[in-house]
């Protein structure tokens, strides 16, 4: 069993920036791929991010290229999100992601970007 703990969420006018973060459980987290996805209200959720084990590769949605960055400390079992730029249609509740056996997610946290 994984548990995932979103944190740094808020509210930010446009331009501004972000840094969530997500705390894993477990002894295990250094051997997964790590991600992040967002739902904005009456939209499915969609993926933002990924990170592989060690750090050495990542992958962007095009919309947030660029713009977010993912990174890892396998040490703190952590993975962030450093979101730069923002801008209104980045509003959305962001969600951790690991696959192991099956999806685990986050309870997620809520980013606002004013205009």
């Known amino acids: 069993q994984v548990q995932l703990v979103e944190s740094g969420g808020g509210l930010v006018q446009a331009g501004g920036s972000l840094r969530p973060s997500c705390a894993a459980s477990g002894d295990t987290f250094s051997r997964y791929v790590m991600g992040w996805f967002r739902q904005a209200p009456g939209k499915e959720r969609e993926f933002v991010a990924s990170?592989?084990?060690?750090?050495?590769?990542?992958s962007y949605a095009d919309s947030v290229k660029g713009r977010f960055t993912i990174s890892r400390d396998n040490a703190k079992k952590t993975v962030y999100l450093q979101m730069n730029s923002l801008k209104p249609e980045d509003t959305a509740t962001y969600y951790c992601?690991?696959?192991?056996?099956?999806?685990?997610w986050g309870q997620g946290t809520q980013v606002t970007v004013s205009s």
């Open positions: 992601n690991v696959y192991v056996e099956k999806d685990f």
């Open positions: 990170i592989s084990r060690s750090g050495g590769r990542t």
